[in-house]
Structure formats: structure tokens, C-alpha cells
């Protein structure tokens, strides 16, 4: 009898397992969501504005360059201020500054002539320079048309400003 009831036992589950509503099956997940970003022109910032300005190196040879109203100076394609490029930036030449005898007031001899430093540092155009010697290993120029003995030497003291001496 137990087989029987057994056997009883199981065909009713069967049956009303039948008989059960079936679950409908879940919905299917969502599409991914897909955002899109469609850039149509990259704009590079506006490059910096200045004046052209040509600096005359100590190599006798002029850089170009611009002069914003601020002062600041803007080198490259890109315009970077020199400022933000030091101390990794050095210009070709030598220069004399930190140098002691600019700074003393005694006279510098050149040529076996002795020259007195007057006024204050200028700029000046390559184009009017003629490289004459050198002092200190530093280079001297003349204006062009300066007969010799020249009156007045010129001693760069950075790229772009020259220090004037006169002969006494």
C-alpha cells in the first residue's frame, strides 16, 4: 500500500504542476544607453598678441620675437613667454651680465684704449653692429660705419641690451 500511495502522491503533484500558471518570463534588459559626443572643429585658444621686435643676440645675429604691452617677451610658433622657458632657455652668445667689471666703475681696456662706461644699458639693431673683438671672451661692436679707432664700444649685456662705452 505504500507503493500505491506513493504512486498516488507523485501523479497529483504531476497533475497540478500541470495545472499551475506559468510564470511569464522576464523582460528582456534594457539597450545599453550609448551617448555620443560629435566634435566638429577643434578650436585652439587664441595665440598671445605683441609687437614683432627683432633682438639682437650676441652672436651678431637677430631673433625674432614679440613684445606684449605687459612687457613680456614671446618666443616660438606657440608664443611662450621667455619667462616661463628659464632656466632651461639659453641664447646663443656671450653675455655680461654678473660679470664684475660691468658693474665697476673703472674703465675697460680694449684695443690697448681705455673706455668709461656711459648712461644706461640699449637696445640696438643687429643690422647696425659690427663685431669688433672681445673682452672677457665677451663679443664688442661698433656701429657699422665706425671709423677705427672707434669712439664708442657696445658689450652685450643680455640678448637685446648693450651696454655703451666711450673712449677717453
Known sequence: MRIATLITVVLAATACSRFRPRQPPPPPPPPPRVDTVTIV???PPPLPQGTAVEICLSTGYPMRALLTATGD?????????IDSLRPGLDFAGT???GRAWLTATRPIVFERRNY???????????DDLKAIGQYDDVPVFAMLDAPSPVEFIYVPIRPGLFQVYRRR
Request: charged share 25%; with cysteine; proline share 8%.
Open 41 to 43: 572643429r577643434e578650436v
Open 73 to 81: 617677451t614671446l618666443v616660438g610658433p606657440t608664443r611662450i613667454s
Open 95 to 97: 653675455y655680461a651680465h
Open 116 to 126: 668709461d662706461r656711459i648712461g644706461q644699458p640699449i637696445t640696438l639693431r643687429c
